[in-house]
C-alpha cells in the first residue's frame, strides 16, 4: 500500500478508465472503437458507435461537459507522428480526449496551449499528397500534416520529409479529395499494411 501510494506520488496519478461517450459507462474491449478526426473511441455496447457516429461533435461536446475522457488520439498533435499508449513522453487529458507525446517537451508544449494542439479540423484528407495513395483509415496514416487549414494525412515515414519541403505544392493535386471528417474504422491501407493499434 505504501509501495502504491509512493509511486501515485512520484509519477502522479494513474490516468482515468475511458468511458463511453453516448452512455458514460465503461468501455467495453469487445465492442470495435471507431475513429474520427485522428483520435479512437470505445464503447460499452453494440449500439453506442452507430449513435456516435450520428454526431460526433455532439457526443464530444457532452462528454466534455460531463468531465469524461472517450477517445484517444492516434497522433502526437505537437509533431502530427503516429503515437500510441507506450510513447515514452507521457500523456495527458483535454476535452475528452487522451493525449500521448513523443517526448516530455510535446507534453510541456502542449500543456502551455492545449487549444492550439487539439483543435480539430473541420477539413481533411485521407489520400496521401506524396504517394497519391488511399489510406485505409486514421490509423493507417503514420503521419499528419496541417496545410490552409485542412488536415493531411500521410502514408508512410518515407513521405514526411517531401510533404515537410513541398507540402503546399504537393496537396494541390489531391485537392478534390479533401472533404468533412467521417467516422472510419478501417485498420489496412490500400497496400494491405495492417498498422498496430494503440
Known amino acids: 500500500m505504501i509501495t502504491l501510494a509512493l ?9 482515468k478508465p475511458l468511458t463511453c461517450g453516448i452512455m458514460g459507462s465503461a468501455v467495453n474491449s469487445k465492442v470495435a ?14 449500439g453506442c458507435d452507430g449513435k456516435f457516429e450520428a454526431d460526433p461533435k455532439a457526443a464530444m461536446a457532452n462528454a466534455d461537459k460531463k468531465g469524461w475522457t472517450i477517445g484517444e488520439s ?25 493525449y500521448y507525446f513523443q517526448t516530455a517537451d510535446g507534453l510541456k508544449a502542449f500543456k502551455a496551449t492545449p487549444a ?31 496545410i490552409d487549414g485542412a488536415r493531411y494525412y500521410i502514408c508512410c515515414g518515407g513521405c514526411v520529409d517531401s510533404m515537410k519541403s513541398k507540402g503546399a505544392e ?22 494491405g499494411e495492417d498498422h498496430k493499434p494503440l
Open 7 to 15: 509511486s501515485t506520488l512520484l509519477l502522479g496519478a494513474a490516468p
Open 33 to 46: 472503437p471507431v475513429d474520427y478526426n485522428g483520435i479512437r473511441f470505445g464503447f460499452c455496447c453494440p
Open 74 to 98: 492516434l497522433f502526437d498533435v505537437t509533431t502530427g507522428l503516429r503515437v500510441g499508449v507506450a510513447a515514452k513522453g507521457g500523456s495527458t487529458d483535454y476535452k475528452g480526449v487522451r
Open 116 to 146: 492550439k494542439f487539439a483543435a480539430m479540423p473541420t477539413k481533411d484528407s485521407l489520400t496521401c499528397p506524396v504517394s497519391k495513395e488511399k489510406i485505409g483509415g486514421y490509423a493507417s496514416a503514420a503521419s499528419f500534416m496541417d
Open 170 to 191: 504537393l496537396v494541390k493535386s489531391i485537392a478534390n479529395t479533401v472533404g468533412v471528417p467521417k467516422v472510419a474504422n478501417k485498420t489496412k491501407n490500400e497496400s
